[in-house]
């Protein structure tokens, strides 16, 4: 049976006087709760010792001539647990290739990190009748052969539900994952049907429900929401009411 895990991307928010909303959250005995701050913000946040702590990036090396980048070993250092690779923002805005994110969830293992894997079609897809064929590409491509329930979670995020308020409806959502479970399930087997898939894109309080009750979800990549302390506690309640 998998696990429900509630985690929250901060992307480029989040100051140190955030950190004061973490120690009111719930933390569900049937939940994984998680957030992945600024890398500023990592070490202080996994001080905390009250939900776990993970990136939103890491570089493919362990260090070296990088500016401006952090490493899955420096990630793990800071205290995180997890990282987030191939989120549809860095996709778009370094260009990073199924290629690249692969060895980014490699190097994420080789640090002892679970590596959560984003993938999900453009607006302009799913119009083309592309949206199956696209989700199981950059499945193909991103996810690296070794990945297992414990090292690897995907997430399902529509490019066009991110951040616009606009949310992927149940026969949507369902379609997708259950296409995705199909794909793992064929190529890891036993680890497949244990790997976690969450959807992402405009998850609020009020739809949190709905999309966590769906098969094949178990659980959330919440952007937006997870930065308002009483948005996320509701949706990690949410997670716990519809996990077993
Ligand atoms: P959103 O972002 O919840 O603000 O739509 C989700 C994400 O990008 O992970």
Redesign the pocket.
Known sequence: MRRMLAAG?W?MNGLSAALGEIAALPTPENCDVLICPPATLISDMAALGHIQVGGQDCHVAVSGAHTGDVSAEMIADAGGSAVIVG?S?RRADHGESDALIRTKAEAAWRAGLTAIICLGESLEERQAGQTLERCIAQLDGSVPDGATGANTVIAY?PIW????GLTADAAQIAEVHNALRARLDARFGEEGDKMRILY????KPGNAVEIFSIDNVDGG?????SLKGADFSAIIDAAAQCGS
């Open positions: 991307n992307k989120h923002e995020e539900a991110i951040g616009t992402g894109g405009s998850v990549l919440v952007g937006g929401a």
